[in-house]
């Protein structure tokens, strides 16, 4: 395409973007493989030369089945991912439709894209573009190269398995918000009685370092647990000027953790159902971190951390804390 066909491709494309990288990141779970996604699409559909009816079906076709083949060879890749994995921590969702707002915001939670990871790329691909975006069957038909008919079983299948994993309640935003603020106040001031009044019994606090940050143990269970080793680790980390900017991510409460230099240690994200916080993850993974910011070395601030408490009179870090720490 040339002249004034290009320059109204580009500025459809740029309005498009935040679309198709929705689509993408639900499919994927990581936003920089979304980000080439949908580079990806834009370089197929130049190389392309075609001028379709409706650019933004042309588009999400595109990212949804670019997505779909990265989708076979992560899936490889997850199979051998050292300790949990978890999507990408996405801050804020370049996507905004009003209308859908709750939807949108549903399905990016750390928890949603988790069960998405049961489904099959087919059965993911549907689900997004049905439950999340409301496509109508003939088009996912097109977008998946299926027919109708075959598509609504893939949505029933998927829906199933979704509502298989769900919980049975879920806290409204505001409950949420406010759980979350007290959380992160008791967090700072170290304050262990406060926690405890927070977290469910059966609470599980889970870390993902992909083997190269350090992280917890496979996970942390139980409401005594948890608390004991959040306040054993927030008291040295802010003595060392490390601090935490609450944060909404994936559409939940959560925060970001930074060293003193302002570098980027790990995400961590709430489940928050009715009673208290279900859930705690964190992304401690540095290559999972870089779009969120400048990241940070987390093996010297455990090290600087573990020396402040000892310092203090205090005890080592908890051994979960600090495994596989390099001399």
Not at 79 to 85: D, L, Q, T
């Amino acid at each position: 395409m040339t002249g004034d066909g290009v320059t109204g491709a580009d500025e459809t494309f740029e309005e498009l973007r935040p679309l198709l990288f929705s689509i993408a990141y639900r499919i994927l779970g990581s936003v920089t493989e979304a980000e080439d996604a949908v580079q990806e699409t834009w370089l197929r559909f130049e190389a392309a030369d075609v001028q379709p009816r409706s650019l933004k079906a042309y588009l999400s076709t595109v990212v949804t089945r670019v997505s779909i083949d990265v989708l076979g060879s992560a899936r490889v890749r997850r199979e051998a991912y050292v300790g949990p994995w978890f999507p990408e921590p996405l801050l804020s969702d370049p996507y905004q439709d009003p209308e859908r707002a709750a939807e949108l915001s549903d399905s990016l939670s750390m928890a949603a894209l988790l069960l998405l990871e049961r489904l099959s790329p087919l059965e993911r691909a549907v689900f997004v573009l049905r439950e999340v975006f409301a496509f109508d069957f003939p088009e996912i038909a097109a977008t998946v190269g299926r027919s109708e008919a075959a598509c609504r079983q893939l949505a029933v299948r998927a829906r199933r398995h979704m509502d298989e994993g769900r919980p049975r309640f879920d806290a409204d935003r505001a409950e949420r918000e406010a759980l979350a603020g007290r959380f992160f106040d008791a967090f700072r001031a170290g304050d262990v009685e406060a926690l405890r009044a927070l977290l469910v019994a059966d609470v599980d606090m889970v870390g993902d370092g992909g083997g190269k940050a350090p992280q917890w143990a496979q996970r942390i269970v139980g409401l005594e647990n948890v608390a004991h080793v959040l306040v054993s680790m927030s008291g040295p980390f802010l003595a060392i000027g490390g601090t935490l900017e609450p944060r909404e991510i994936n559409g939940q409460p959560g925060a970001v953790f930074r060293d003193r230099d302002g570098g980027v240690i790990n995400t961590m994200v709430l489940e928050i159902v009715p009673g208290g916080i279900q859930t705690i993850r964190s992304v401690i993974n540095p290559d999972k971190l870089g779009h969120v910011g400048p990241v940070g070395d987390a093996w010297s601030v455990v090290r600087e951390a573990n020396r402040a408490r000892l310092a203090s009179g205090g005890d080592p870090l908890p051994p979960l804390a600090k495994r596989r720490l390099p001399d």
